[in-house]
């Protein structure tokens, strides 16, 4: 099993930024894929950014792409969501995910392993 507690969120001016940490239990944290997700009041959870296990592989959601930068730290066993140049459309509640499978990055259905979420709200 993997327990997942997020950290790092907070009220931030737009142009901003924010560094969102996630850490995991479990001996086997490394070898999984790890997921940032958001969810904005009245709207779905959509996907933010993963990276693979091996972490040489991340992937993003066009909307930030450029500005939003996932890393992780194996020996920690923690999962990093860098957010620059913030904007008010990035107010959310953010999730850590992770899972065993590789691959289908963005499907919120594949993570089999969920954090409780940290606020991140942008003024604009």
């Known amino acids: 099993q993997v327990q997942l507690v997020e950290s790092g969120g907070g009220l931030v001016q737009a142009g901003g930024s924010l560094r969102l940490s996630c850490a995991a239990s479990?001996?086997?944290?490394?070898?999984?894929?790890k997921g940032w997700f958001r969810q904005a009041p009245g709207k779905e959870r959509e996907f933010v950014a993963a990276i693979s296990g091996s972490g040489g592989i991340t992937y993003y959601a066009d909307s930030v792409k450029g500005r939003f930068t996932i890393s992780g730290d194996g020996a920690k066993s923690t999962v990093y969501l860098q957010m620059n140049i913030l904007k008010s459309e990035d107010t959310a509640l953010y999730y850590c995910?992770?899972?065993?499978?590789?691959?289908?990055?963005?499907?919120?259905?594949?993570?089999?392993?969920w954090g409780q979420g940290t606020q991140v709200t942008v003024s604009s």
């Open positions: 479990g001996r086997t944290f490394s070898t999984y894929t």
């Open positions: 995910a992770a899972k065993i499978q590789y691959g289908n990055w963005g499907q919120v259905h594949s993570y089999n392993y």
